[in-house]
């Protein structure tokens, strides 16, 4: 069981609040978190790049020498790969890297990877996150105000807040997030991740309803 304290906007010391990570995941299988990152950042690629072959290289297709007599190497094709501004040997076409692990691997991986911040004393609690409109600066105090500031951080609501997101979307480095769009890349990928109250009870309540389920 770990306790975290719980902040508000200002930085002071508002409550605590109890978490046990072997509820959300037994278990730490770096293996499989790795497989899941690798997933994430292969759908990533775009896999568009391009090199011409040597029937796509302008040039004509005729001998340039006939073979024997001239004293010269055997040659064909100006278009030959070996040829300057010849065709490309091993020619490279777009191609998809995209892939996915099944479901369920994607889904414990994300608890994993939660479960990992948590017990490395990477997450910062903050009773309430709520912006009357988007306010880069005063976000930025927010942070600031938690010891996030210069920080990767991944802020991450129980719900989709606009004017969070809108917020936090301009500070390098921040990611504002709901925790229904968590996955394993997102969660490893920043130094710190500040998460509401109510975001922390909705994973404690996702992960108890599935151990329930289990």
Avoid: C, W
Wanted: aromatic share 4%; net charge positive; no cysteine.
């Amino acid at each position: 069981m770990i306790t975290l304290p719980v902040y508000n906007s200002s930085g002071a010391e508002v409550g605590k609040v109890d978490v046990d990570p072997s509820t959300i995941a037994p278990k730490i299988n770096k293996q499989l978190l790795h497989d899941a990152v690798v997933m994430y950042l292969a759908n990533q690629r775009q896999g568009t790049k391009k090199t011409k072959g040597r029937g796509e290289v302008s040039g004509s297709t005729k001998k340039l020498y006939r073979q024997k007599g001239t004293g010269n190497a055997r040659v064909g094709s100006r278009r030959a790969p070996q040829r300057r501004g010849g065709g490309h040997a091993m020619q490279i076409k777009p191609r998809s890297f995209y892939y996915r692990l099944p479901k369920k691997a994607i889904r414990i991986a994300t608890k994993m990877a939660i479960a990992s911040k948590l017990m490395d004393g990477e997450v910062v609690v903050i009773d309430q996150l709520d912006m009357a409109a988007p306010k880069t600066k005063e976000f930025a105090g927010v942070l600031k105000a938690l010891g996030l500031a210069g920080q990767t951080t991944l802020v991450t609501t129980s719900e989709y807040s606009v004017n969070v997101h809108m917020s936090g979307r301009n500070i390098p480095g921040v990611n504002v997030t709901r925790v229904a769009d968590l996955n394993a890349l997102s969660l490893i990928r920043p130094r710190k991740v500040l998460m509401t109250k109510d975001a922390l009870e909705l994973i404690k309540s996702q992960a108890s309803g599935s151990t329930a389920a289990a």
